[in-house]
């Protein structure tokens, strides 16, 4: 794949989730029943991230698991989802919990109506919050992150590309043509 540009390389990918840890501490006034849930693929490491920073800068370990949205995708048909392997971890429960699904790219809204139906499948949260690496525009459903790292404003011929150290081997954001 070709890309068009570097949107952020890893030491901006860095500061961004600095910046989203920040806020989730501010906005949450510290971490006390917080949970931290990444949608698969790259959500997960994301989270994980956020996880780390939230130790180094608070010293608590929050909760992290990992979300497979398969079964709730409204673009799989119902026989399609009875062949799927669905592997989410969710060691902890989640009941009564503020749970942030993490995920890298916020587009049209339907992953994270499948990630927020996946969350309801084991239990009833306190509250969610979304927190997203790019936010790029383009809602089909009316869903508004809580964090952001950076707003990019593509168009429908345009592709968010992230990549991470743990899954690409490296740290980077770029725009491409589809």
Do not use: W
């Not at 180094?56 to 119902?78: A, K, M, Q």
């Not at 869903?143 to 991470?164: A, W, Y």
């Amino acid at each position: 794949m070709e890309y068009k540009n570097k949107i952020l390389d890893d030491l901006a990918v860095k500061r961004a989730l600095i910046r989203i840890t920040h806020e989730v501490i501010e906005r949450n006034k510290g971490v006390k029943g917080v949970c931290l849930l990444g949608v698969k693929t790259r959500g997960v490491p994301l989270a994980k991230i956020l996880h780390d920073n939230i130790l180094n800068f608070e010293g608590v370990s929050v909760d992290v698991g990992e979300l497979d949205i398969t079964l709730h995708r409204d673009d799989i048909s119902p026989e399609d989802k009875k062949c799927v392997d669905v592997k989410s971890t969710v060691p902890f429960d989640l009941t009564n919990k503020t749970v942030i699904i993490v995920d890298d790219v916020l587009f049209t809204g339907r992953t994270v109506r499948a990630a927020i139906e996946t969350v309801f499948s084991y239990a009833r949260p306190k509250a969610i919050q979304l927190a997203v690496l790019i936010d790029r525009g383009h809602r089909e459903l009316p869903i508004k992150p809580d964090f952001v790292g950076k707003n990019v404003p593509t168009s429908n011929d345009e592709k968010i590309i992230v990549q991470l150290d743990q899954t690409d081997g490296e740290t980077a954001v770029y725009i491409s043509n589809k």
